[in-house]
């Protein structure tokens, strides 16, 4: 019953995802994955203007849902990086230890302590 705070709430999702989430694909090098992204966010601002004009809860939940997702791939790359990366510092620190110097680089180990 609150149609102008629906308003505004659907106009805020979509700018994140035209503004946000679609403006920082970079086109050029994500390759096919880039334009498969910028196709997904462009079909979800699409769907939730038209949830919006139906009032059709459903397809704000299928939005909702396609966020989700892509949220979960986002947070899995993460983690497999946050792993190679600590794997790399790890493999850095023992073939090189760290000098006494407090002004000497840290390792991701380290920096984290």
């Given at each position: 019953?609150?149609?102008?705070?629906?308003?505004e709430?659907?106009?805020?999702?979509?700018?994140?995802?035209?503004?946000g989430?679609r403006?920082?694909?970079?086109?050029?090098?994500?390759?096919e994955?880039?334009?498969?992204?910028?196709?997904?966010?462009?079909?979800?601002?699409?769907r939730?203007f038209?949830?919006?004009?139906?009032?059709?809860?459903?397809?704000?939940?299928?939005v909702?849902?396609?966020?989700?997702?892509?949220?979960?791939?986002?947070?899995?790359?993460?983690?497999?990086?946050?792993?190679?990366?600590?794997?790399?510092?790890?493999?850095?620190?023992?073939?090189?230890?760290?000098?006494a110097?407090?002004?000497?680089p840290r390792?991701l180990?380290?920096m984290?302590?």
């Open positions: 019953g609150e149609i102008e705070k629906k308003g709430a659907v106009a805020k999702a979509v700018q994140i995802i035209l503004v989430l403006a920082s694909l970079n086109r050029e090098a994500g390759g994955l880039a334009q498969n992204l910028d196709s997904l966010y462009d079909y979800m601002a699409r939730l038209e949830a919006h004009v139906k009032n059709d809860q459903e397809m704000l939940a299928e909702r849902a396609l966020l989700l997702d892509v949220k979960g791939a986002w947070d899995e790359i993460g983690a497999e990086a946050e792993q190679q990366l600590n794997a790399a510092a790890g493999a850095e620190a023992v073939a090189r230890p760290q000098a110097d407090p002004l000497a390792t180990t380290q984290r302590a």
